[in-house]
């Protein structure tokens, strides 16, 4: 879940503050040309570095740029090309560093290893593919994952985020494992255990595209079959299942409300054909039994020889502050819409609270302003590059325009910042105001 932004009284508008153009990448592969800049889920990091950890970059790091500061951003690109950049100015703070294929998830940092981030290849336009450790200090890979012979599925993507739970990273993978790591000094990596699965009557084992949320030594994650599984951190052994019943891309969300976590999760229309149901659900994270579920007919869109999934994509945004109690998210294509929709909802028994139609598919994940006065207000954006200002309250649209080519990744906020990329070959930041 990103951070929260703050800004001063009501907003009426979002500024374009920098924009940083990426390399394109022409190589064909064999899913097409995926260019630069950055798709899904493609959300950059935000880091301080103290002045420590600046100083010893200094001394170790052969790629800093004259516009190297505590405040970068990170982010991956569809070009391979990872990107460091100053978060005030948006000018190159280290050289880019290129790991080979395109990066289609978000990047993880390290919260204790000086300057570790974990990478995950999202399409295998070249040899080896998987997903990787880079030492920071260094400006290299320290560590390397191939595509897995034991794996029960035949695709060695990361779309999925890992997570640092203790001692150790968890990484879920499309290749239908959960692989367990402990962590080396200087960021390396070694392998500890994993665990493979099928769901009885799936038959085969279905890959983890959704990253992981984590409730103590329990992991939540969904699969491109719909099944939810808990699984025990300490063993690697599953706790409960919960089936869902169809592909669930979008990251699990957690809250505890007196000591009992709980999980929400929704699916796409995908296994279920051209119409069907996105099923949203909240589960009692200790025990699995839905809580409340709420469907939405959805449909899937068809565009040549292209097929874009309706139902949910994005991460769900628990409101807070006068929005204590609600849900916020994007629904593709609902009943017979080309586009989608902006949803709030009660968490306490997932009814609707207002519906807000919006330009094109969204699989951008809504990201939280708050004010002086606690009030929330959020930023979403569509495939089309539309850029939407909400009073989470009041569900009223405060601003609306086309900014960019697209919103497909999600932002990151800082202050009454946020910054995101977009499949046109460029990263934004733009002012709340």
């Known amino acids: 879940m990103p951070a929260c932004g703050k800004i001063t009284g009501t907003p009426s508008r979002i500024v374009e503050d920098w924009v940083f153009q990426t390399y394109e990448d022409t190589t064909r592969t064999a899913l097409g040309v995926w260019g630069g800049g950055t798709g899904w889920t493609g959300q950059p990091l935000y880091v301080e ?16 740029t004259p516009d190297f500061k505590s405040q970068e951003i990170i982010v991956g690109s569809l070009c391979s090309k990872l990107y460091f950049l100053d978060f005030e100015t948006g000018k190159i703070s280290r050289q880019p560093l290129d790991v080979g294929n395109p990066i289609k998830g978000t990047t993880s940092l390290d919260p204790a290893m000086n300057g570790s981030l974990y990478v995950g290849q999202g399409v295998p336009a070249h040899r080896p593919f998987g997903h990787m450790a880079v030492d920071l200090t260094t400006h290299k890979v320290n560590y390397f994952w191939p595509e897995d012979s034991k794996a029960g599925r035949k695709w060695g993507a990361y779309d999925s985020s890992p997570v640092v739970v203790g001692d150790f990273l968890f990484w879920p993978g499309e290749n239908g494992t959960l692989y367990k790591y402990t962590r080396q000094g200087n960021g390396g990596l070694k392998m500890h255990s994993c665990m493979r699965y099928t769901i009885k009557g799936d038959g085969a084992a279905a890959g983890i595209e959704s990253s992981m949320c984590v409730y103590r030594n329990y992991g939540y994650v969904g699969d491109n079959h719909g099944d939810i599984l808990c699984v025990n951190l300490c063993t690697m052994k599953p706790v409960w299942h919960y089936d869902n019943r169809d592909d669930i891309d979008a990251s699990l969300v957690l809250e505890v409300e007196d000591g009992v976590p709980y999980v929400y999760a929704g699916c796409e229309v995908d296994r279920q054909g051209e119409t069907g149901l996105c099923h949203l659900v909240k589960l009692n994270g200790l025990t699995g039994e839905p809580v409340w579920k709420h469907d939405i007919e959805c ?15 994005c991460t769900p945004l628990l409101g807070h502050g006068d929005c204590e109690g609600m849900m916020f998210l994007n629904i593709c294509q609902p009943g017979t819409s080309r586009a989608a929709q902006f949803m709030a909802l009660d968490r306490k028994t997932g009814a609707t609270i207002y519906t807000i139609p919006l330009k094109a598919w969204a699989w951008s994940s809504p990201v939280a302003f708050y004010n002086e006065n606690n009030k929330l207000y959020i930023m979403a954006g569509d495939s089309q590059g539309n850029a939407y200002l909400i009073d989470g309250k009041q569900g009223a649209v405060l601003f609306t325009e086309k900014l960019v080519a697209n919103f497909e990744s999600s932002p990151i906020v ?4 946020a910054v995101v990329g977009s499949r046109g070959n460029k990263i934004y930041r733009f002012a709340i105001k």
């Open 49 to 64: 570095w103290t002045q420590e950890q600046v100083d010893a970059f200094k001394q170790t790091s052969p790629a800093l």
């Open 299 to 313: 449909n899937r869109l068809s565009i040549g020889e292209k097929h874009f999934d309706g139902g949910l994509y």
């Open 414 to 417: 800082k202050d009454n910042y």
